[in-house]
């Protein structure tokens, strides 16, 4: 009997495991489809600022977080067109990593529905 307890009390530790790590892939991901989106919006509001800039023959682009090159207006579009792009297309496999991670907590029994943020927070806590 006490053998059953523990092959039990092992499976239940296990299948608890992998939901916590599951959930915290869950939260890593949408953390990055929050910061990717936030990118695509600075972008696009990029944009559409250097279309309406058509008198301007020069513009700044930002090619890195302390950088800037000195361009013509098309080649900055041109180049936030590029990376518009470039987002969108991360943005649908972070998407797709998204519904797949769902898809596994809710063969586990642990849906969105039934555990908001604060239970999946709690749970990893718990971990540490």
């Keep these: 009997m006490k053998c059953d307890k523990t092959s039990f009390s092992l ?5 608890t495991v992998e939901v916590e790590r599951l959930g915290e892939l869950f939260l890593i991901n949408r953390q990055q489809m929050i910061d990717t989106d ?3 919006n ?3 509001e990029a944009l559409t600022a250097l279309r309406k800039q058509h008198s301007e023959p020069k513009a700044w682009l930002q090619t890195s977080s302390i950088s800037f090159r000195h ?3 098309q080649d900055a579009i041109s180049s936030l067109e590029a990376e518009a792009l470039r987002l969108e297309s991360v943005m649908t496999g972070l998407r797709a990593e998204q519904k797949r991670l769902v898809g596994l907590l809710g063969d586990k029994g642990a849906t969105p529905d039934t555990l908001q943020d604060g239970m999946l927070r709690a749970m990893l806590q718990l971990k540490g």
Aim: proline letters at 0%; glycine letters at 0%.
């Design 11 to 15: 499976k239940l530790q296990d299948a």
């Design 38 to 40: 936030r990118l695509r």
């Design 42 to 44: 600075s972008t696009r």
């Design 71 to 73: 361009c013509s207006t």
